[in-house]
């Protein structure tokens, strides 16, 4: 797989507290010039950043994050107000204590209840692998793909660790044929990179693809 088509897979992502404009338009030209995938970035951003590519590249932002613990009525009210702002993808972060109670109908719910109110604009939903058993992992890749979301996502980058080659595996297992799959947090390297791919990740949410693969040194998400 060549440059053009690995970045024709990556969300190019800034989601630090402290971003500010000019940093936003630094990934926002960055991805114009290596036609990425989208650029991800918190909500606040969303309008000026649509405004500013004017439809070149999506732009993808984040709902509930980084905890997922707000409750429902929130996360969609995030997302329908992302989508009028431009944005057309949302990556939102499921309740994982809720996950943990057991309470599955409630996460399946909530999932259900995000998609709706986007529509037809793209859902990733981040399980952040990093706090579940692999049996969690497991009833999630179900849960996703029941709920008609589009994306399974690993993680947030900002929690106990990102995405891993065996949390990968699994949800190729799990999911393939039923929903994509997205790994972030923690991609460092092009090994990092192509074995994502090659594992069958659809997606990398990464802020060091670009300078990865113009063999730069990098640091980040």
């Excluded at 036609?35 to 732009?59: D, F, L």
């Excluded at 990556?91 to 995000?114: H, Q, S, T």
């Excluded at 952040?128 to 049996?135: G, I, R």
């Excluded at 069958?200 to 949410?205: F, Y």
Aim: hydrophobic letters at 40%; aromatic letters at 6%.
């Amino acid at each position: 797989m060549d440059k053009k088509e690995i970045l024709a897979k990556v969300d190019h992502t800034l989601l630090k507290a402290d971003a500010t404009w000019p940093d936003i338009q630094k990934i926002c030209d960055e991805a114009m010039e290596n036609h990425t995938a989208s650029i991800c970035i918190n909500p606040g951003y969303v309008k000026q950043a649509c405004e500013y590519m004017k439809g070149a590249i999506p732009v993808c932002t984040v709902v509930g994050f980084p905890l997922g613990a707000t409750d429902t009525a929130t996360k969609v009210f995030e997302a329908k107000t992302a989508i009028e702002n431009g944005a057309e993808e949302v990556d939102m972060v499921i309740n994982i204590g809720r996950l943990k109670n057991g309470e599955y109908d409630f996460v399946r719910d909530e999932i259900a209840a995000i998609k709706k109110a986007i529509g037809d604009k793209v859902l990733k939903v981040i399980i952040e692998t990093c706090l579940l058993t692999d049996a969690e992992k497991e009833k999630m890749c179900d849960i996703v793909c029941e709920a008609g979301a589009d994306f399974i996502k690993t993680s947030t980058g900002f929690s106990t660790g990102g995405a891993t080659f065996a949390d990968i595996e699994l949800f190729a297992r799990c999911c393939r044929g039923r929903c994509k799959i997205k790994a972030a947090g923690g991609i460092s390297t092009i090994e990092d990179i192509e074995k994502f791919l090659e594992l069958g990740a659809d997606r990398l949410g990464t802020s060091r693809a670009v300078k990865i693969l113009q063999g730069l040194e990098s640091s980040g998400y």
